[in-house]
């Protein structure tokens, strides 16, 4: 049910009911919907303009101007007026209908966060639901995750749970790139440079920095040393050929990487439903092979005569013309792009998905066109159809993290820079006059609130742009970070605790209804800013999940936070002489932090109580 939908099936907003059954009746899309925008506030309090309004909207409709104008004014005493697909109407301070009108507003926004017997959330049921695979932060194996598979992890995160609140059925996905060419480079330099006569045995006792060593030592030398680079193409093709102790190498260190990977996700909060490997979809695997064949009936596929097999595809000038893509090499074993063809047709049979999103960086986005492109030989779609048996592939780039690398030019530790921020967060702490040192483990809230100003600092730019990382600026407690979230989140909730907030209030409709006052919330300035803000998540959550830019609701929960403070400041509780209005801020601020928190985890982040 949308905001608009509870508002005018609601026993109070009779008028606005009648006006929008009207109007969707002779509407063919049905789009009627209501919006009070938080820049309304003088229209609410009876001065009003174009520009702020509280309107209804469509895009269609077979009525004439002449008659909506009539159906709306025989409804409504506000006034209101017609412009293009626009029905805004102002509402004045004391009018029945704008009380009525923002009470429900009030009512479905609580609706919005799914408590009580307000029922399931709101955001569910609007749009279809589907079946949709996220696949996201996809890491190679040998080497430890460093900040930049960062910005994939978070970013794909956000868009699983973001996906989960509008209703889909959602498998997030973690695609290991554990096969290839790395990993003939990486055998090559164990068995060149470790002391033992069994690598098989002595790499079970490398942790994986020592293996990341290894790899960096063995990728320079293989560009300097021709005997070595073919020494490490013979290991490749061991592998491809499932050589027994190639294969128990190599199952040794994709074990020692899943352990650390599994640990550096659990600091985030993150849980993948499933986890694959490249390996599963090399030159044997039966969907690999069949999806050869497929292209190669299909006729898209040519080969060489050193056995080397191209895909035509389109060129990345865009200018109609077509390339080839290498696909197989010439010893046989198969590429990326292959892989990524078996992978997502096997993932069509055992899923049954109606869309997969792939995760990752716009420096693959052609891969991803010349992925999607060959996927259509396999039936997927392009884009959105109405046909229920469609499959369709999408891949949502992001930008590079910059700044972070050392001064060795090497590439920085995720664990190092967590280790990094809690530090300093710890710092920061023991500082702060507000710290409840004496209740809390000053560690683990410090590395909590270092995840918290790493996540939100990644996802606070636009999605595809390339940003400069500074612990300095992540961890303000002002500004636009994630230590600012959870202190204003933390904040609230001491409120909350110290004025023994009654949480039934906002479970019960009847309960809420009674004790907040909208004549008073109406009647001021700070109270009614905060509150029209409160009734805006909705759409703000809309627009970034259409988008898939975090951005757009961290703008919301940052403009949120900046209005709570101003309310805190101005809109005493302790004080107030008048018990009902001291209620109705405490609901108020509660509500606030609903709002905030459900915002918080949909972007990744664990809200706080105390920090």
């Known amino acids: 049910m949308t905001t608009s939908q509870s508002i005018l099936k609601g026993s109070s907003s009779k008028a606005f009911a009648s006006i929008s059954e009207f109007l969707s009746k002779a509407s063919s899309t049905n789009k009627y919907r209501l919006y009070w925008h938080s820049d309304i506030l003088t229209s609410a309090l009876g001065s009003a ?9 469509t895009k269609q409709t077979s009525l004439s101007r002449q008659e909506i104008m009539k159906a709306v004014s025989k409804q409504i005493s506000c006034n209101f007026e017609l412009r293009e697909n626009h029905i805004h109407i102002y509402p004045s301070q004391g009018n029945e209908e704008t009380k009525i009108l923002f009470q429900d507003l009030m009512i479905a926004t609580i609706g919005t966060i799914g408590i009580g017997n307000f029922g399931k959330p709101n955001l569910l049921g609007k749009i279809k639901s589907e079946n949709i695979i996220v696949e996201f932060g996809s890491p190679n194996i040998a080497k430890p995750l460093h900040m930049g598979h960062l910005r994939s992890t978070v970013t794909g995160h956000y868009i699983a749970r973001m996906s989960e609140y509008a209703g889909h059925n959602v498998t997030s996905m973690c695609f290991l790139g554990d096969w290839g060419t790395q990993f003939g480079v990486l055998q ?13 045995e002595s790499v079970q006792k490398l942790d994986i920095r020592s293996l990341l060593h290894y790899y960096i030592r063995s990728a320079k030398e293989r560009e300097v040393n021709e005997n070595f680079a073919k020494e490490s193409k013979k290991f490749s093709l061991a592998l491809e050929n499932s050589n027994p102790s190639a294969l128990k190498i190599w199952s040794t260190i994709r074990e020692k990487t899943l352990e650390h990977l599994k640990e550096t996700w659990e600091q985030f909060d993150i849980t ?36 080397c097999v191209y895909a035509t595809v389109p060129s990345n000038a865009k200018d109609g013309t077509m390339v080839k893509v290498p696909i197989v090499k010439a010893d046989g074993s198969s590429l990326y792009l292959l892989r990524d063809i078996g992978a997502a047709k096997s993932r069509s049979e055992e899923f049954q998905f109606d869309r997969m999103i792939y995760v990752v960086d716009k420096a693959q ?34 930008g590079k993290i910059e700044g972070m690398s ?44 270092a995840t918290s100003a790493l996540v939100v600092y990644c996802l606070k730019s636009k999605r595809n742009r390339d940003f400069r990382f500074h612990w300095t600026d992540a961890i303000k407690p002002i500004g636009e970070t994630g230590i600012k979230l959870q202190y204003t989140h933390a904040r609230i909730r001491s409120l909350e605790e110290k004025q023994n907030f009654d949480a039934e209030i906002l479970t019960n409709i009847e309960n809420f209804s009674r004790k907040f006052d909208i004549d008073y919330i109406l009647s001021d300035m700070v109270a009614l800013d905060l509150s029209l803000h409160l009734i805006n998540f909705e759409d703000s959550f809309w627009a970034s999940y259409h988008e898939f830019e975090p951005c757009i609701l961290l703008t919301y929960l940052f403009k949120l936070c900046d209005k709570i403070s101003k309310a805190l400041k101005e809109l005493p509780i302790k004080t107030e002489t ?15 932090r609903q709002i905030l928190s459900m915002g918080m985890n949909i972007i990744g982040i664990k809200p706080l109580d105390q920090i």
């Open 578 to 592: 008048d018990p009902g209005i001291a209620e109705t801020r405490l609901i108020l601020f509660a509500l606030s």
């Open 49 to 57: 303009s174009p520009e702020k309004s509280l309107y209804l909207k």
């Open 406 to 449: 050392t001064r060795s030019g090497t590439f920085v530790l995720l664990s190092d820079a967590l280790h990094d921020g809690a530090e300093m967060m710890e710092e920061a702490r023991k500082q702060s006059p507000n710290t409840r040192r004496e209740e809390l483990d000053d560690k683990k809230v410090s590395f909590q609130l």
């Open 188 to 200: 090559a330099g164990l068995k060149k440079w470790m002391d033992t006569n069994s690598v098989e």
């Open 365 to 398: 986005t052609y891969h991803f066109c010349n992925l999607i492109h060959l996927l259509k030989n396999f039936g997927f779609e392009t884009s959105a159809s109405g046909n229920r048996n469609s499959r369709r592939a999408q891949h949502v780039s992001f």
């Open 272 to 307: 993948y439903d499933v986890i694959q490997g490249e390996s599963e979809f090399a030159m044997k695997s039966n969907h690999t092979e069949k999806a050869l064949c497929l292209l190669r009936d299909k006729g898209v596929l040519t080969s060489d005569p050193d056995g």
